[in-house]
RNA sequence: GCUUGAAUGGUGGAAUGGUAGACACGCUAGACUUAGGAUCUAGUGCCGCAGGGUGUAAGGGUUCGAGUCCCUUUUCAAGCACCA
């Protein structure tokens, strides 16, 4: 049962009990009559790099807690799964030509081999991957419901398109106008996209927030994401026409110090608003607009560049004669994509008007009144007819009213959130289940009573025009799921054909249809009555689609009929603890909880958040102090650790370095520190012989190791339960060192210490306590409670302070009194002769603690 | 630029407003050793032989008492960055 070394041989150890746990399925978790808890990490992406050092810090993390709370009696799931989909195994795939699905199989093979050498306790049977058929069938389901519920649509629109990665990516996936991954340049390109209607989540998404266990950085990145902000749609008529401008402004208060009007050059209106005098000069700007990329558009320190284009607005309010501009500082994509501009108000306007001379107009002042330009607070107004005199706060509803009495405006919210751009140019990704259609042959399904199609068939078709044919898409059913991946020769995307899939052989890509049966074929140019011919979608799903419900999925994996079985859902739930890179702040943190809210909208899921507790471990670096990275070479493998050190030694090690939320450096001679530790514990337990050393007997424990023991338990149990497991390790070390000066602890002693090791170091645990004859594993055994006959300690220490400076302690008796502490106070040695250069006026007296003596 | 967070020995880091530097690394000395990169013992913020003084980025404040709370400044990190 146990291994035969009398040295710590952590390398046999460590091999021994991994393979024990796996083979008695130690870990496996089933639902029972128990309290539940359910802690998460969040599932790696297996790259050909193999497991960073950083992924153990959170599992370890994860792992400590799931341990602990087993002990203490819970029904613990934590589980592991693989994000497999992705644009490294595809690129490897062009490079290699070797299909992604055998590259992606060979790195989750080494990430699992890896992951198991840490020795977690992973039920390995609920392991999952996105990639697996059996998988995705379920994120197509899910996508096929918001398809239904007409929260998934297409759309012709600007999109950001990188030419490196040869695709379009989310405005998430664009980083200060580089791609995220590998930061190349991205532009702007009218293409079909799949969407999704996140928008109509906004709400929702931020009111959730509130009672989220979060960091507060991630839900204010969420909140700012999210960009909620309210005011008014304010109307400006054109001079002399019966079209209007409209503008978004949450300033309306500042309305009448409007001195022009700037609309974004790709505004559809500016060809119609701009007079023929200036329109030369008015193209010119517009294409020297569009050749900019977007980060020298974006540029804060280029300054402003417009151009008038020879029209007049009219102020609803005053008005007053407005001049129209178009300027590149405002954006297409945001509000209305045009702008009242306020120089006196708003630093932007104010820079752009100092540039081109417009009229500065001061319409607000502050209490003081003595403002500098741009003045951008709130204030009271000025200068602004009947409203003058009105707080900002007052005004801006006001003035919002009455525009809207004159019809010129009304109250509005506006989000920076955009709707979630679906689609992806690749091939290694979910397929769509979709059919696209002529429109007559959907209106035969619409038309036919008992059409399987009609599962998921939206109110409204999506659809889009192409050479003046109707095209809609045709969702295909729960039954016709998964719609796999076709084996294709070529993964490169050309030219000719920038989507893989188009490269898919005809009998995938052509398809015809049953409209009765809901049978699916390939097309073969044959037609009976019931049969309509159609062609798949070729997009993929982005890879955050698959990462959106992986953690319902480990409920109840092999479930066939349902993405997730009803009992495991009602009684795992959602993650009690959820654990993962603060990088995910917006993308996959914001994208699950939108699906997850979807899901309990229509009513197949119990609750409304997904993750209701969140904790990111902060970044390791290199021992540099900078991120890890190939090109800086310092990148620290975690194999060479392991083979070097030991699993436990790198446990403790990542858990000792310092809390676990904090950025910290990689050290290499730190670890000898934790190492030391473990080969000190095996000393003291186990003899030159490998039995149970002779300091570990049958006596009872002296009153110290017994008060330290509680101490330890006290400790470590509080500390795992707040993540502070650098100070737990602490604590167990001081014992350690406590037993070192020991003549000899009792054996009931020694194994509650190694309960206390366990979910720190289970292997070292594990095989010491088999040594004292335990047939069972140390994790089935209950976490230790404190002893039940506590010494009574008859002496305490007090220090003693004179002005808040410590000058000497007193040992009183513990029931001692208040006053007859401060007398033993007062004639403590080296506190008299500070006594004697004043009197005592005061004296404070923390009761067990200390006492503070002010003197005058 | 804005927002948020942080700053403690030679190093990583401890410290419900109540003994600053736990624990560990490193270093110094000693012990055991053929040997020590094993192990054990003692010491280790700074100044001072010592009594003692001083000390948590800098300055101010609140308090009997501040690393901890408040204000100003500096530096670093993260996030956002023309979002009207």
């Not at 819970?74 to 992604?100: C, R």
């Not at 809207?404 to 955009?418: A, D, F, N, P, S």
């Not at 209106?443 to 109110?459: A, D, V, W, Y």
């Not at 899921?605 to 904790?615: A, C, G, M, Q």
């Amino acid at each position: 049962m146990i291994v035969r070394c009398s040295q710590y041989d952590f390398q046999v150890i460590e091999r021994y009990w991994q393979d024990f746990w796996l083979k008695q399925k130690t870990f496996k978790a089933q639902e029972r009559e128990a309290p539940k808890y359910y802690v998460l990490d969040m599932f790696p992406y297996p790259s050909g790099a193999g497991l960073h050092i950083g992924h153990p810090e959170g599992y370890t993390a994860s792992d400590i807690l799931g341990r602990y709370k087993k002990a203490k009696g819970f029904n613990v799931l934590h589980p592991m799964g693989w994000d497999a989909f992705g644009l490294p195994a595809e690129q490897h795939a062009i490079t290699t030509g070797m299909h992604p699905a055998v590259n992606t199989e060979k790195n989750t093979e080494n990430f699992r081999n890896q992951i198991q050498r840490f020795g977690f306790a992973i039920d390995w049977d609920r392991e999952i991957s996105t990639t697996w058929p059996s998988y995705y069938r379920w994120t197509q389901w899910i996508f096929l419901q918001l398809f239904k519920h007409g929260l998934a649509y297409v759309d012709e629109k600007p999109v950001w398109w990188c030419p490196m990665l040869e695709t379009v990516l989310a405005n998430e996936e664009v980083i200060g106008g580089k791609s995220e991954r590998g930061s190349f340049p991205v532009e702007r390109r009218q293409l079909r996209q799949w969407v999704l209607r996140i928008t109509r989540y906004s709400d929702k998404l931020l009111d959730g927030l509130k009672d989220l266990d979060w960091p507060e950085a991630t839900k204010r990145q969420q909140n700012l994401w999210i960009g909620r902000s309210s005011g008014g749609l304010i109307e400006f008529p054109v001079e002399g026409g019966d079209r209007s401008v409209a503008v978004f402004t949450t300033r309306p208060d500042t309305i009448c110090g409007v001195s022009f009007i700037a609309l974004a050059p790709e505004h559809p209106d500016v060809d119609f608003l701009t007079t023929d005098n200036c329109r030369a000069e008015i193209q010119a700007y517009r294409t020297s607009v569009t050749s900019k990329s977007d980060l020298e558009r974006t540029d804060l320190s280029e300054g402003k560049s417009g151009t008038f284009t020879g029209r007049y607005v009219l102020n609803p309010l005053t008005g007053t004669r407005i001049p129209v501009w178009i300027a590149d500082y405002v954006l297409p994509y945001h509000g209305t994509g045009s702008i009242m501009g306020v120089p006196a108000h708003d630093k932007r306007d104010f820079e752009f008007a100092q540039t081109y001379s417009l009229e500065i107009k001061p319409v607000l002042q502050s209490a003081q009144g003595t403002d500098t330009l741009p003045f951008c607070a709130e204030g009271v107004l000025i200068h602004s007819g009947d409203f003058s005199g009105l707080t900002s706060q007052k005004a801006q509803n006001k003035i919002l009213e009455y525009l809207e009495k004159i019809g010129r405006g009304k109250k509005t919210v506006q989000y920076k959130l955009h709707d979630w751009l679906f689609s992806r140019q690749r091939y290694w990704g979910e397929p769509f289940p979709i059919v696209w259609v002529k429109q007559v042959d959907y209106h035969r399904i619409i038309s036919c009573k008992n059409s399987p199609f009609k599962e998921f068939l939206p109110q409204e078709p999506v659809s889009y025009r192409e050479k003046g044919e109707m095209w809609c898409a045709l969702p295909l059913t729960t039954a016709h799921l998964p719609v796999q991946l076709p084996d294709i020769s070529s993964f490169k995307p050309t030219k000719e054909s920038p989507i893989p899939l188009q490269n898919a052989h005809k009998s995938w890509l052509n398809v015809k249809m049953n409209v009765q049966t809901g049978e699916v074929a390939a097309a073969d140019g044959q037609l009976d009555e019931a049969w309509i011919e159609g062609t798949r979608e070729t997009n993929t799903m982005p890879q955050w689609a698959g990462s959106c419900w992986y953690y319902l999925r480990y409920l109840s994996p092999h479930e066939e009929n349902s993405f997730v079985n009803k009992q495991a859902e009602a009684y795992w739930g959602v993650p009690d603890f959820y654990i993962g890179g603060a990088e995910h702040a917006v993308l996959h943190l914001l994208y699950a909880r939108f699906w997850h809210r979807f899901l309990f909208d229509i009513g197949i899921l119990n609750t409304e958040e997904p993750f209701p507790k969140l904790f990111h471990p902060g970044v390791i670096l290199g021992t540099d102090g900078s991120k890890m990275s190939k090109s800086r070479g310092n990148v620290v493998n975690p194999d060479t650790i392991i083979a070097q050190y030991g699993a436990d030694t790198l446990r403790l090690y990542e858990m000792f370095l310092g809390p676990l939320e904090a950025s910290k450096p990689w050290s290499v001679q730190n670890i000898e520190g934790v190492h030391r530790f473990l080969k000190k514990i095996w000393r003291l337990y186990v003899d030159a012989e490998g039995q149970i050393s002779k300091k570990i007997c049958d006596k009872e424990d002296c009153q110290k190791i017994q008060c330290l023991l509680d101490e330890t338990i006290e400790k470590t149990s509080e500390d795992i339960e707040h993540l502070r497991f650098n100070t737990a390790i602490s604590q167990l070390m001081i014992f350690i060192n406590g037993v070192q000066k020991a003549a000899f602890i009792s054996r009931q002693t020694a194994k509650k210490f190694l309960q206390l090791l366990a979910p720190f170091a289970p292997h070292i645990a594990e095989e010491l306590w088999a040594r004292f004859g335990e047939s069972k594993s140390i994790s089935e055994a209950q976490w230790p409670s404190l002893s039940e006959n506590k010494w009574v300690q008859s002496q305490i220490k007090i220090v003693v302070q004179v002005n808040g400076k410590v000058r000497d302690e007193i040992l009183v008796h513990t029931h001692a009194t208040q006053d007859q502490i401060v007398q033993m106070a007062k004639v403590a040695p080296k506190v008299l002769p500070y006594l004697k250069r004043g009197t005592c006026v005061r004296e404070i007296y923390v009761p067990h603690k200390l006492i503070n003596l002010v003197v005058h």
